[in-house]
């Protein structure tokens, strides 16, 4: 019979970041049929996002490091373990993902073995431009935890910062997020690769800058009343916001994926979006 120890309190499980994003998929997959297939494959991406970030962190591989370049400068081919870790991510995305995202995955693994690292280093060090090809949403969906952590090792100093550009790896934002601050919100921007979060003002298109409120319409939908779409009708993008105050169970990177919908509608009207997610939505 085993000793007599404290007793056990009644707390949650801790759980780390990706567990709590594949937790909020999870839930919104049980609601929202319309995002079953994104979700459904968010949730083998986070699962093996959540072991690359873990090895990595730890420092498991003795040639490679525990961190990647925290500048976009540095050949991501020096890091054998990251090479040799991409086959397994794009098995998944073969098993798992949409139709077209599968069969590029199966285009990648069948060709030449020295086109990934090629890839993969393009991808990292490439953030003037959004991505467009779908194998350099794979090669950014592999590398983000490898993003977040060297970002996070890099002991960025955001105080004062307000630019629309991430202060780490100069991406365009995938999502704005408004938190509550006193009376009203607070709004920041989040990167969607090295998943920074910034401050940046309420009123203000974070593609031109422009600061007109009559040119920046904002529009909710009945199904998704806690994701604002914001739109500027100077340059005609769009970006979703997250709204804490309204929902604060959201996980934007995962609410902004489920929300496809307000991706079709703003299309429809003639909005592009500021920048792409990393499942090339």
Known sequence: MPAAGPKPHNRPVAQNPWQQRIRRAE????KHSFAAEILSFYIHVARFQEGL????????????????PAS???????????????????SVAENHGPALLAQVARDLLSGPAEARPNLLSASWSSADDP??????FLALAFLQP???????????QLE???EAFCPWCNRKPVAAILR??????????????????WEFRRVICAGCGEENHAKLPVYTAESLPYIRVECCDSCHTYIKSIDMTKNGL????????????????????????????????
């Open 160 to 162: 004062g910062y307000t």
């Open 27 to 30: 839930n919104l997959l049980a």
């Open 180 to 197: 509550p601050l006193g009376d009203g919100g607070h709004r920041t921007l989040l990167c969607g690769f090295c998943l920074t979060e």
């Open 146 to 156: 490898y993003a977040e952590l060297a970002r996070a090792h890099a002991n960025l």
């Open 53 to 68: 970030y873990q090895v990595a962190e730890n420092g498991s591989s003795r040639s490679s490091g525990p961190v990647p």
């Open 250 to 281: 959201a996980e934007p990177l995962v609410d902004e994926l489920a929300s496809v919908p307000l991706n079709l509608w703003a299309q429809e009207h003639g909005y592009f979006k500021l920048h792409p997610n990393l499942l090339g939505m």
């Open 72 to 90: 976009f400068a540095g050949n991501l081919t020096e890091f054998p373990h990251l090479i040799s870790s991409f086959p397994s991510f794009l």
């Open 131 to 136: 991505p467009s090809r779908p194998e350099e």
